[in-house]
């Protein structure tokens, strides 16, 4: 099955710009979803099928994709932002699900 | 908009069974995929199971396969996870969660723990 590689922590300052990497095979051929998960609370769902966003989420979360590599990136980060940030997609198969490790973004 | 509860978690001995459910309210529960997906104490998510609307086509994680059945009974809006022959390893949250790739509802999760 495929893995999604993420880096383990990432931090930004109040205001600006961060962004959030995930990588693997799978995202050469499925886009990935972005999902929020803040302690003790299930994970929300923040970006899906190629930049798109449920209502509800704010504009300043926005993704791209490049090869096998896909970016959330936070535009102005506010303090509620701070959060573990999962990507997932179909892996290979296309009937199994994987996701990446988490990345864990800390706003100074 | 959909919700889900889960239930049915709780202190199981090593292969031991338990059985899990995910009553869904607020949208029409049949016309979607559904899945499990789990976090162990202090690490990521890891999906564990799917099931299309109708219940055909079912799907499983190389970790849980031959062990755990995932299961939907759409007259009572509910879906189900039998866990059987219970390790260790299996101790996490359960969540259930709409869709079948792209998990837009998510349950608040029930908490199963494997020990003696």
């Known amino acids: 099955s495929s893995e999604l590689t993420q880096d383990p922590a990432v931090s930004v300052a109040l205001g600006q710009t961060v962004t959030i990497t995930c990588q693997g095979d799978s995202l050469r051929s499925y886009f990935p979803s972005w999902y929020q998960q803040k302690p003790g609370q299930a994970p929300v769902l923040v970006i899906f099928g190629g930049n798109n966003r449920p209502a509800g989420i704010p504009d300043r979360f926005s993704d791209s994709n490049s090869g096998d590599t896909a970016s959330l990136t936070i535009t102005g980060a506010q303090a509620e932002d701070e959060a573990v940030y999962y990507c997932n997609s179909r892996d290979s198969t296309y009937y199994h699900v994987v996701f990446g490790g988490g990345t864990k973004l800390t706003v100074l | 908009e959909m919700q889900l509860l889960e239930s049915g978690g709780g202190l199981v001995q090593p292969g031991g069974s338990l059985r899990l459910s995910c009553a869904a309210s607020g949208s029409t529960f049949s016309s979607y995929a559904m899945a499990w997906v789990r976090q162990a104490p202090g690490k990521g998510l890891e999906w564990v199971s799917g099931?299309?609307?109708?219940?055909?086509?079912?799907y499983y994680a190389d970790s849980v396969k031959g062990r755990f059945t995932i299961s939907r009974d759409n007259s009572k809006d509910t879906l189900y996870l039998q866990m059987s022959s219970l390790r260790a390893e299996d101790t996490a949250v359960y969540y259930c969660?709409?869709?079948?790739?792209?998990?837009?509802?998510w349950g608040q999760g029930t908490v199963v723990t494997v020990s003696s």
């Open positions: 099931i299309r609307a109708g219940g055909g086509s079912t």
């Open positions: 969660a709409q869709g079948d790739a792209i998990f837009d509802i």
